[in-house]
T-cell receptor, first 114, second 111 residues
Framework: EAEVAQSPRYKITEKSQAVAFWCDPISGHATLYWYRQILGQGPELLVQFQDESVVDDSQLPKDRFSAERLKGVDSTLKIQPAELGDSAMYLC????????????FGQGTRLTVV | DAKTTQPTSMDCAEGRAANLPCNHS???????VYWYRQIHSQGPQYIIH???NNETNEMASLIITEDRKSSTLILPHATLRDTAVYYCIVRVREYGNKLVFGAGTILRVKS
């Protein structure tokens, strides 16, 4: 069964350091999402791609977060510099079409900033 | 998209049916009801969705009231592996629409 792949699974980084997460969506899925989930809360959408273009990044803290999907396949989410409040689970999801088909999620990357 | 209200938590005995309610009194005619679940330390998993008719698949059944203001997700024979957070989401099924999660219901299946 096709899956959304994410790496690393866990990451510990020091405050003010840079950190990056990688996501490989299900083959053929044009839409890719990055979500952040703080412990005890539901996932919050950070950025949505359609192919290589960003279609929604309204909740992305652009002063420190960046996301790219250069060839419209895999994607990288970066935080620089990391802050203590960035400790969370970062989830990647993909779907065939945004809004009209179901989203499939990866296992996530658990980030701890110390 | 319409707001949803779910209980914070529920318990269910293993082997019994788990009935998870969701209120969506402001739902509009073109909004679907979706259910996802999230097992501890994993990403959310799609379960089922429906518009106005009841729906069933290999995982669960979705019962939507005639006025569409509430719905119930039914897991017919709950197992310990069904312990998870269950999210009820109401959204328009149109190009570009976002998937927005609330706090969900923590379902604990007990032996």
């Amino acid at each position: 069964e096709a899956e959304v792949a994410q790496s690393p699974r866990y990451k510990i980084t020091e405050k003010s350091q840079a950190v990056a997460f990688w996501c490989d969506p299900i083959s053929g899925h044009a839409t890719l999402y990055w979500y952040r989930q703080i412990l005890g809360q539901g996932p919050e959408l950070l950025v949505q791609f359609q192919d290589e273009s960003v279609v929604d990044d309204s909740q992305l803290p652009k002063d420190r977060f960046s996301a790219e999907r250069l060839k419209g396949v895999d994607s990288t989410l970066k935080i620089q510099p990391a802050e203590l409040g960035d400790s969370a689970m970062y989830l990647c999801a993909s779907s065939l079409e945004p809004g009209r088909t179901e989203a499939f999620f990866g296992q996530g990357t658990r980030l701890t900033v110390v | 998209d319409a707001k949803t209200t779910q209980p914070t938590s529920m318990d269910c005995a293993e082997g019994r049916a788990a009935n998870l309610p969701c209120n969506h009194s402001t739902i509009s005619g073109n909004e679907y009801v979706y259910w996802y679940r999230q097992i501890h330390s994993q990403g959310p998993q799609y379960i089922i969705h429906g518009l106005k008719n009841n729906e069933t698949n290999e995982m669960a059944s979705l019962i939507i009231t005639e006025d569409r203001k509430s719905s119930t997700l039914i897991l017919p024979h709950a197992t310990l592996r069904d312990t998870a957070v269950y999210y009820c989401i109401v959204r328009v099924r149109e190009y570009g629409n976002k998937l927005v999660f609330g706090a969900g219901t923590i379902l604990r299946v007990k032996s």
